[in-house]
């Protein structure tokens, strides 16, 4: 947990070193996490598993959180840094009782190169983007004045900002967002 910029409640930092060892990997963090505009107590954490064998890192988070193999999305991701699309997973994890709430994003250990030059540049934002971010979480998580659906949209136009320029209307390729898929419960028929 050496390249976390902001200080985690000593909770959420005991919860992700144990994580972490039972999984007997790293994760990357990126996000809120490693910017200004972290709150320790309502932001949640962003983290990237790297591995050879997602169905078997997907079997040890099953085990850990305690949730079936539904509960983890399929994702394809356009990283506009190194213009590629990468296919992952996903899974959201939230213990109101621990206050903890984490996405963590499983890849391949071949794209790891470009997810981690994609991830670096949501971490370093221009100030105006940065300042923007923490005036909409202090709208939503301090003052409850923003509801979560406005927040996560304005929140995602400078995410396109951040990756289009200013043009990103003109553009429309909303290049944040991921295409989630579930996972199917039984195989189709042919």
């Known amino acids: 947990m050496e390249d ?20 007997d990997a790293p994760l990357y963090y990126f996000g809120s ?20 064998n997602e169905a078997s890192s997907i079997s040890k988070l099953q085990n ?33 009782s621990h206050n903890i709430s984490t996405d963590i994003l499983i890849y391949n250990e071949k794209d790891k190169e470009y997810v981690e ?13 940065l300042t923007i971010l923490v005036i909409l979480k202090t709208l939503h998580h301090q003052l409850g004045i923003l509801p979560f659906s406005k927040y996560i949209y304005l929140k995602r136009i400078l995410m396109d900002i951040m990756d289009d320029g200013v043009d990103f209307w003109k553009k429309q390729t909303h290049t944040w967002k991921f295409l989630i898929f579930d996972i199917p419960k039984k195989k189709p028929k042919e």
């Not at 030059?117 to 983007?129: G, M, N, R, T, Y």
């Open 64 to 96: 850990w959180f305690h949730v079936s193999k539904h509960e983890f999305k399929q994702i394809v991701n356009y990283l506009p840094i190194s213009k590629r699309i990468v296919k992952g997973h996903k899974i959201t994890y939230t213990n109101k």
């Open 4 to 23: 976390v910029k902001n200080k985690m409640p000593m909770h959420k930092r005991q919860f992700f070193t144990k994580l972490e060892n039972y999984l």
């Open 33 to 52: 996490i490693q910017r200004y505009d972290y709150y320790p107590d309502t932001s949640d954490i962003d983290a990237v598993l790297f591995t050879n």
């Open 117 to 129: 030059q994609d991830c670096q540049s949501k971490v370093e934002l221009p100030f105006i983007i």
